[in-house]
T-cell receptor, first 110, second 112 residues
Framework: GQQVMQIPQYQHVQEGEDFTTYCNSSTTLSNIQWYKQRPGGHPVFLIQLVKSGEVKKQKRLTFQFGEAKKNSSLHITATQTTDVGTYFCTYTGTASKLTFGTGTRLQVTL | DGGITQSPKYLFRKEGQNVTLSCEQNLNHDAMYWYRQDPGQGLRLIYYSQIVNDFQKGDIAEGYSVSREKKESFPLTVTSAQKNPTAFYLC???????????FGPGTRLTVL
């Protein structure tokens, strides 16, 4: 069956450092969505990637979809304390259901 | 003010009691979803509904039941058959699956 691994599970950075989380699939994905969940909060949609090799930017966040559509990454440049939270990749699985990855928890300290 | 509402924010129940969690949306979305999140874990799909009067089991449906009598409402009942019901429950909706999902604020259920 389809398996998607998200790495790392946890990362602790100093404010100003960069951060990257990866989402890797054993099979080709039709699309990837990224969500952010602040501590104690609910997931909030960030972006959707559909095309092979697609790169999208939102201020300090850069999202990539691999050429083979089997992996994706989220890169944050110069992290801030407001970036703290858990970042989930999600993909469309069977029966058009969205399946959430395991998430990467980001901690940012001053 | 559009969005998804879940109530209550915190809920306490005694073991063996059924409890119903509310989820309402005024976004005119066709699809609605229920997820369970345990501490430090990801989201697991309990049930989802693509249209009124229809719903499908997700990955962890045992011990839960839902109804979708109205487009804007998708209540979740946690039954006494659910062995470990204490968790954070999130409701979401989308225009249609598998579009972007919009989440409610969640209900933290604690079974004592």
């Amino acid at each position: 069956g389809q398996q998607v691994m998200q790495i790392p599970q946890y990362q602790h950075v100093q404010e100003g450092e960069d951060f990257t989380t990866y989402c890797n699939s054993s099979t080709t994905l039709s699309n990837i969505q990224w969500y952010k969940q602040r501590p104690g909060g609910h997931p909030v949609f960030l972006i959707q990637l559909v095309k092979s090799g697609e790169v999208k930017k939102q201020k300090r966040l850069t999202f990539q979809f691999g050429e083979a559509k089997k992996n994706s990454s989220l890169h944050i440049t110069a992290t801030q304390t407001t970036d703290v939270g858990t970042y989930f990749c999600t993909y469309t699985g069977t029966a058009s259901k969205l399946t959430f990855g395991t998430g990467t928890r980001l901690q940012v300290t001053l | 003010d559009g969005g998804i509402t879940q109530s209550p924010k915190y809920l306490f129940r005694k073991e063996g009691q059924n409890v119903t969690l509310s989820c309402e949306q005024n976004l005119n979305h066709d699809a609605m979803y229920w997820y369970r999140q345990d501490p430090g874990q990801g989201l697991r799909l309990i049930y989802y509904s693509q249209i009124v009067n229809d719903f499908q089991k997700g990955d962890i449906a045992e011990g839960y039941s839902v109804s979708r009598e109205k487009k804007e409402s998708f209540p979740l009942t946690v039954t006494s058959a659910q062995k470990n019901p204490t968790a954070f429950y999130l409701c979401a909706s989308s225009i249609k699956p598998p579009d972007t999902q919009y989440f409610g604020p969640g209900t933290r259920l604690t079974v004592l």
